[in-house]
């Protein structure tokens, strides 16, 4: 999922819905960072989590 991930796409982490919606400030390797509503700016080990794209706006 990582090298499908790219700066400006909009995502979800799936054990954390609390967190909201999230939108990708970068990917570095298994490393993306994300801005999440709720949460603030995360990174997240793709190789541990795989983020959901959200098309819903």
């Known amino acids: ?3 499908l ?3 400006g796409m909009l995502v ?3 054990q954390r819905p609390d967190w909201g919606l ?3 400030q970068s990917a570095v ?3 993306v960072t994300v801005n999440f509503e ?3 700016k995360v990174v997240v080990d ?7 794209r959200d098309f819903s706006t």
């Open 38 to 40: 709720h949460a603030g």
């Open 12 to 14: 979800r982490h799936p």
């Open 46 to 52: 793709s190789e541990q989590v795989t983020l959901e």
């Open 5 to 7: 991930l790219e700066p």
């Open 1 to 3: 999922m990582r090298n």
């Open 22 to 24: 999230g939108q990708v």
């Open 29 to 31: 390797g298994a490393k």
